[in-house]
């Protein structure tokens, strides 16, 4: 067995645009303070940094106001890099602005062209397939473009739903180590994640679900309790990360990186 599902050598972050006040949410739940989005930010990056893997920091992108949520742009394999294509119409010029900074470290880089739509968030890669959830922006045909461009590096694909009301299929659910995914109640009564071991997050935190394994950290937004009592007492070495501020735009630990180890 392998790790290569959660070891990574680089990570690809963007800070905070200004613009982030007009940026995309479900309910309205008041403006995000930039300022402490951009500590929370800052916070984030130096945790994955302290892993030792190499953190390429890019500008803040005003014309887009998601743009801090860097996931959603790309799937970044060892084999190559696939640009989405975000359904989302506001941020579908997000992923051609990622495109060059993953040429930069790429030998390969392809692009999902449509007519499908895909976003990163939908995407959950495993040491033994990459899981992707139908979703209000992942429609079939962006699931099958990245079929056709995935399953010539060896890659399977398997389709699955994202549950009513939520946004990404990763909002729900994020994994741990090669065997372990951390889920909503919610989503792992799918039957999804059968055959993997399930750590289900506490009463009423759904909201701690979008966490992140990168190399030795579990990275979790801070105050879910429960959860973080949870992950603590199965061994994950956990770090708290503020999100009060992404939070307020439907964003979490995943949305706010792109992780991968491309290969030589
Ligand atoms: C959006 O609605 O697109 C942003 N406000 C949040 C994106 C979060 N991204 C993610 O979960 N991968």
């Avoid at 392998?2 to 995309?24: E, K, Q, V």
């Avoid at 743009?67 to 941020?91: I, K, N, Q, Y």
């Amino acid at each position: 067995m392998t790790d290569r599902s959660f070891r990574f050598s680089h990570a690809i972050t963007r800070r905070p645009a200004a613009s982030i006040t007009a940026g995309l949410r479900a309910v309205d739940t008041g403006a995000p303070d930039l300022a402490l989005m951009l500590a929370h930010h800052a916070d984030y990056t130096a945790a994955l940094r302290a892993t030792g893997a190499t953190i390429v920091e890019l500008d803040a992108l005003e014309p887009y106001p998601d743009s801090v949520f860097v996931e959603d742009t790309a799937l970044c394999l060892p084999e190559g890099a696939v640009v989405m294509r975000p359904g989302a119409p506001s941020r579908l010029g997000e992923a051609a602005e990622m495109a060059p900074h993953l040429a930069a470290l790429y030998g390969q880089v392809v692009s999902i062209t449509g007519p499908g739509f895909i976003e990163g968030g939908d995407i959950l890669v495993t040491e033994r397939e990459i899981l992707v959830g139908r979703s209000a922006r992942t429609d079939a045909a962006g699931i099958a473009e990245l079929i056709r461009l995935v399953t010539p590096w060896g890659h399977k694909v398997r389709e699955v739903e994202t549950p009513p009301g939520v946004l990404h299929f990763k909002t729900d659910c994020s994994l741990l180590d090669a065997e372990t995914i951390l889920a909503t109640p919610r989503l792992a009564a799918s039957g999804c994640f059968d055959g993997y071991r399930v750590i289900h997050t506490g009463e009423g935190e759904e909201a701690a679900a979008n966490s992140i394994r990168f190399n030795d950290l579990v990275l979790a937004p801070a105050g879910f309790l429960r959860t973080a009592e949870t992950l603590d007492r199965a061994g994950y070495n956990l770090r708290l990360i503020g999100n009060s501020e992404c939070a307020k735009l439907d964003g979490g630990m995943s949305c706010l990186s792109l992780r991968f180890t491309p290969h030589p």
